[in-house]
């Protein structure tokens, strides 16, 4: 129908314009849907502390189960009553190996007070959507659902399974972590060849869509804290040896503390597309990091934290304690110090370097919680990094994909780790000026949000078929 009335002239070609626009979207009927799901999901309360799953993971259910999936390929369980999560399986003709799409329900907690409007409410204002999980992670979770029952409505039979799994608790990987429980309890609810998931997004700016992203591996998050303990005493008897100023003389050496500039296959690959979106010598210095030269790679980590954290592991202090009396010497004093390591580097190689660093015996180095799990980067698929190039040019061509690694983790490192390679494709385009996952007002762009559902829609038609 489309086509028919762009071969008309004059006052249709206003019409095609704004048709071929309107050709990166879903139908009307299926963003509506996905709009009611959408205000569904954001609208309860799955803060990872205060909040539960549970209620969620039904309504998922539930709605699946009205669309017509069999009972018994709805599974809600999880790691406590209140934590639980919800699989589902997308019968194909079961050619090929099953496709995992994930979603966390959970969200960052959300103070009231630190909003302009009730982080409970879907709210869309000035072309956003508005309210804590929008971005991270209900709007991926939200399309899985909508496509998968538009799917279904169209009688489509993929070559493999599609199996979708929202789950609990992705933020804070408490010991109610959904994947971790479904991998040791129910593996066979989710057992895959490979997953797409949250973690890779579209970077925009000023409207302008600079890449697609494709997340492959990502840091290691670990925690040390250092502690200095001493006897302690009357503070109107002070002696030299005082546990705050030794603490302090740790602290700065860990704030000089700079890990090594390390490269690997898919950072390389992300600095050579960077290099193509800029201009003049900054340009000149995203190539040359490619080719490891020391000074282009101090002037890139310099010209960005985003970058430098690209570059190398890194170590931050975030949270200080110390002392127990105003007028007692201190006994104690604490510095945890949060660590994002390269996936080729140990969490025990950092631990070392720190004490190296910090060169007191005094200060004790120890992990903060246990020792952590590192996840290995997934292969580069060729059939995962194709389907998804197609998908972008079909949509909007001249944008590169861009295999990265990202900072923060997801729940890809388990599934990873039990050897289930997974990517992070959202085609959700985002302000690279403007991120506010976790933060307050958090927002995505309510055009980008409904593109994503088309995106997501084409790759695992391309991903499964
Ligand atoms: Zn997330």
Redesign the pocket.
Known sequence: MVRQACEKPALILLLCVGVAAAQNVRPLEEQKLLRAIYKEMVEHNTSYTTGQTTAAAEAVAKRLRDAGFPAADIHVDGAAPHKKNVVVRYRGTGVKKPLLLLA?LDVVEAKRSDWEHDPFVLREEGGYFYGRGTG??KAQGSIWLANLIQYRKEGWKPERDLIVAWTAD??GWGKYNGVSWLLKNHRDWIDAEFCVN?GGWGEMSQGRKLMNQVQVSEKTFVTFRLEVRNPGGHSSVPVKENAIYRLARAIEKVSQLEFPAKLNDVTRGYFESMANLYDGSLRQDLMNVTRGDAAAIARVAAHSAAWNATLRTTCVTTMLDGGHAENALPQTAGVLVNCRVLPEESAASVQEALRRAVADDQVRIGYYREEPTQGPASPMREDVMAATRKVTASMWPGVPVVPIMVMGG?DGMFLRLAGIPTYGVMGLFLDRDDLRFHGSNERIGVKEFYEAQEFLYRLVKQLAQ
Request: no cysteine; net charge negative; proline share 0%.
């Open positions: 966390h991270d992670d992705e933020e949250e997801t």
